[in-house]
Nanobody, 129 residues
Framework: QVQLVESGGGLVQAGGSLRLSCAPS????????MGWFRQAPGKEREFVAT????????YYTDPVKGRFTISRDNAKNTVYLQMNSLKPEDTAVYYC??????????????????????WGQGTQVTVSS
């Protein structure tokens, strides 16, 4: 069992930045991918970004390309989501997820929430206009 602990959410003005962190607790992560999803009120959970845990390949949804950066620090067993140039429409609860079933990284596979095995509790990001 992998428990994911997220941190870094908060309130920021439009144009500002936040960095989210996510760390699997109690064990060194050895799966194939980590990802970030978000869910705004009244909307379905949507894919934001994913990263290959072993080689660092990344994949983003179009609305965040050029503004968000997903990265990982294997030594610290942590994945990050650096969010710059934030917009009010980025307001949502952000969830970290871990994928362990697939023995390799696939951006297509790991852009789908149903393919992740473990989820964090979510952290609120609010962007004011």
């Amino acid at each position: 069992q992998v428990q994911l602990v997220e941190s870094g959410g908060g309130l920021v003005q439009a144009g500002g930045s936040l960095r989210l962190s996510c760390a699997p607790s109690g064990r060194t992560f050895s799966g194939s991918a980590m990802g970030w999803f978000r869910q705004a009120p009244g909307k379905e959970r949507e894919f934001v970004a994913t990263i290959s845990w072993s080689i660092g390949n990344t994949y983003y949804t179009d609305p965040v390309k050029g503004r968000f950066t997903i990265s990982r620090d294997n030594a610290k067993n942590t994945v990050y989501l650096q969010m710059n140039s934030l917009k009010p429409e980025d307001t949502a609860v952000y969830y970290c997820a871990a994928g362990v079933k697939l023995p390799y990284f696939s951006s297509n596979y790991y852009s789908r929430a149903r393919n992740y095995d473990y989820w964090g509790q979510g952290t609120q990001v609010t962007v004011s206009s």
